[in-house]
């Protein structure tokens, strides 16, 4: 990507609007480094899971899970820079990746409209932070298989913002832990 060029970057978890993350996109918004375009969904199913402190994670495993709902928005190369930040891409948490998006549309009662057929002809290229290779699988597995089709209140309840964890304890540590516990 160009360093002039922005970013279609699609979200489903915390980064949503509503959820506990998303003042960030409201900072970027308000300076100019972000724009909502539309609320999405993956054009293909994938895996969305909750893992530890509630923290969701999309696992790249194509075909596997749900098409799962989420917001697209344009990043400046300075929002996606902060984005990449709190998502960890260069600590190992996360990993942007491309992925087929579809900005969902309405009919006249107000009903979504979602059809395999609609959705490959409107899929869009966009970016999305999926769980880091390195635990990706064992996420999955460490979820009975089972992935959610969207990232909800209800499941957002438990989160704790970085700033809120313990002081002796990082991502990865607590991935660690969530992993070796029983189910």
Not at 8 to 21: E, S
Not at 116 to 130: I, K, N, S
Request: proline share 7%; hydrophobic share 40%; aromatic share 8%.
């Amino acid at each position: 990507m160009e360093a002039d060029r922005t970013a279609l970057v699609f979200v489903y978890g915390t980064l949503k609007r509503g959820f506990p993350n998303h003042s960030l996109l409201d900072d970027l918004i308000r300076d100019g480094d972000a724009t909502f375009v539309a609320a999405g969904r993956t054009a293909s199913p994938f895996p969305l899971v909750v893992g530890p402190l509630s923290i969701p994670f999309l696992i790249r495993l194509p075909g596997s899970g749900r098409r799962v709902s989420g917001e697209i928005y344009t990043l400046s190369p300075r929002g996606l820079a902060r984005v990449d930040d709190l998502e960890g891409t260069h600590r190992g948490h996360y990993e942007r990746l491309a992925l087929a998006v579809v900005p969902v549309t309405s009919g006249p009662d107000g009903a979504e409209i979602d059809n395999e057929e609609a959705a490959a002809a409107g899929a869009v290229e966009a970016e999305a932070y999926f769980a880091h290779r390195s635990y990706a699988d064992d996420m999955w597995r460490r979820n009975g298989e089972r992935g959610l089709g969207s990232y909800s209140e209800e499941d957002a309840r438990g989160f704790v913002r970085p700033k809120d964890r313990l002081p002796d304890t990082t991502f990865l540590s607590e991935v660690r832990r969530f992993l070796a516990s029983p189910n």
